[in-house]
């Protein structure tokens, strides 16, 4: 098992770091090897406030990583990258709204972050795999090896995947490896379109409104882990230092989990702490992907090679999600009434969780009502002095003529 204190110096770069992992990844790696050594890269989304509280370093957004020339030009900046964390990718639910995109970002973005390792002598890379690698046919308590044929497009570029990342370990002598996750559940970040974010929803608005609607069926178990654990995971099968005696005899495609549960189990270990939540059922499109995917997975196999072991059980992950929301719940409560009375607070906010400040959500809207209304009366004053110069330029042209006409009549006459 890797230790927890550092061991060497490294660079590393963490794509889609400002996903629901990919931020949780970032703060445990500058902790471990410095901020300044851990870059994250994005193409839209910024990170949350959280990573700038905690541990500021490099960032960087509009970097594709389907494009070769954006991973070059972060290279040029830190020339020192040695480990590589591909977490960037479109996630199962949203790739079912999108299978092409879906394929283009996950395959494309694979292939092209293992050729800029492989080209800039990079020989260390994780790239994440998932549950949603699994298809129907699939038993219901998964063995680390089975057939795998996937449901969704997701799945097929998780499959995919994991067999790229072989291909570069065994015909370049690359590291590359990687874990097949459960649904991953946080306290820091909200998910980002799988099936199995009702895992992360419900806490949210069990703490909010006391209800939830789920569009998972009541009794559909799934594997998941609590974020600590699937972190240390990936940490310690990439930091894993094989030996003569402790081979790896997989690379890209181990299984890893904590707990396996249904939606109405959660529920049950909800009330223990929120005796009035409530439940009810809607299951949408998601719930076919679901039931694609097997109950569980045997993870034997991680445990034994480099002595994977989860931290969190099932109900201590309820009971530290619960409590990690609540204190957030209520710092932003005495943040509110702070600011009623008047009284500065430059405490670190963090606005990722569905407790949004209403201070601040009215300032942006005034703000944007303010802008918008700026920019209609300055067109319409633009209008109005475009209209007057064509006013202007029909006048003169009228009286050209009448010249003109005056001065042919003139000759005629003499």
Avoid at 178 to 183: A, E
Avoid at 326 to 349: T, W
Wanted: with cysteine.
């Amino acid at each position: 098992m890797v230790s927890s204190s550092k061991s060497k110096e490294r660079t590393i770069l963490i794509t889609g770091a400002a996903g629901q992992i990919g931020i949780e990844l970032i703060i445990q790696l500058r902790k471990r090897y410095g901020n300044k050594n851990v870059i994250g890269i994005g193409r839209t989304t910024p990170p949350l406030a959280v990573l700038n509280q905690q541990c500021p370093g490099p960032f960087y957004l509009g970097v594709d990583v389907r494009k070769m020339n954006d991973l070059e030009g972060i290279l040029k900046k830190h020339k020192d990258i040695d480990t590589i964390y591909h977490l960037a990718a479109i996630l199962s639910g949203e790739g079912e709204k999108n299978p092409l995109q879906c394929w283009d970002v996950n395959m494309n973005g694979t292939l092209t972050v293992l050729e800029f390792a492989k080209k800039n002598g990079i020989s260390r890379v994780f790239i994440p795999s998932s549950i949603g690698a699994f298809g129907s046919d699939a038993p219901r308590q998964a063995p680390q090896d089975c057939a795998m044929h996937p449901s969704t497009m997701y799945g097929v570029t998780k499959v995919a995947g994991e067999l790229l990342g072989d291909y570069y370990a065994k015909k370049y002598g690359m590291r590359v490896r990687g874990v097949r996750l459960p649904g991953v559940i946080s306290s820091e970040a909200m998910p980002g379109g799988g099936t199995t974010d009702y895992a992360v929803e419900i806490f949210y608005e069990a703490l909010k409104n006391g209800k939830y609607e789920c569009y998972i069926d009541a009794d559909t178990a799934m594997p998941m882990v609590y974020m600590p654990d699937a972190i240390k995971a990936m940490i310690d099968l990439c930091e894993f230092e094989e030996t003569e005696n402790k081979k790896l005899t997989h690379y890209c495609d181990f299984n890893v989990t904590a707990f396996s549960f249904t939606p109405r189990q959660l529920a049950q270990k909800i009330q223990l702490f929120i005796p009035d939540f409530q439940i009810t059922y809607k299951p949408d499109f998601r719930q076919k992907i679901a039931e694609s995917w097997p109950d569980n997975m045997l993870d034997t196999v991680a445990r034994q090679e480099w002595e994977w072991k989860p931290s969190f059980t099932f109900e201590a992950m309820v009971q530290d999600m619960i409590e990690k929301l609540r204190d957030r719940k209520k710092k932003q409560e005495v943040i509110i009434l702070n600011r009623k009375g008047q009284k500065k607070n430059h405490k670190h906010q963090n606005y990722d969780s569905s407790f949004f400040d209403p201070f601040v959500i009215g300032f942006y809207f005034f703000a944007s009502f303010f802008l918008v209304s700026y920019k209609v009366k300055l067109y319409f004053f633009t209008m109005r002095i475009q209209a007057q110069q064509l006013l202007f330029r029909q006048t003169t042209f009228h009286f050209n003529i009448s010249l003109v006409q005056h001065y042919i009549h003139e000759s005629q006459r003499d």
